[in-house]
Nanobody, 126 residues
Framework: QVQLVESGGGLVQAGGSLRLSCAATGDTFSKYAVGWFRQAPGKEREFVAAITWLGDDTYYRDSVKGRFTISRDNAKNTAYLQMNSLRPEDTAAYYC???????????????????WGRGTQVTVSS
């Protein structure tokens, strides 16, 4: 399994942007599909976005479509989440998840089967 480390979170005003990174070590990164999830205090973890092994297909939850973009650079063993037009409701801890099975990284119920990072906090002020 890969080990994952997220970075890039912070405090931003509504309408601003952040780019999160998910750096992987320990195995061949291109074997893994990658997903981003988030969890706000008192709320369930939710799926945000996912990308296939070579980056040729992406998936998003409806509320972030057109604002967030997931990408990856397998040469750098890193996946990214570009977040634009941020809203206060995007405030959460963001986690990346990786698994060889795409279905794991797109499902909140199956994601525990994947590798997780420790998360990075995103706070959007109104």
């Amino acid at each position: 399994q890969v080990q994952l480390v997220e970075s890039g979170g912070g405090l931003v005003q509504a309408g601003g942007s952040l780019r999160l990174s998910c750096a992987a070590t320990g195995d061949t990164f291109s074997k893994y599909a990658v997903g981003w999830f988030r969890q706000a205090p008192g709320k369930e973890r939710e799926f945000v976005a996912a990308i296939t092994w070579l980056g040729d297909d992406t998936y998003y939850r409806d509320s972030v479509k057109g604002r967030f973009t997931i990408s990856r650079d397998n040469a750098k063993n890193t996946a990214y989440l570009q977040m634009n037009s941020l809203r206060p409701e995007d405030t959460a801890a963001y986690y990346c998840n990786a698994h060889t099975d795409l279905l794991v990284v797109v499902s909140t119920t199956r994601a525990d089967a994947g590798s997780w990072g420790r998360g990075t906090q995103v706070t959007v002020s109104s």
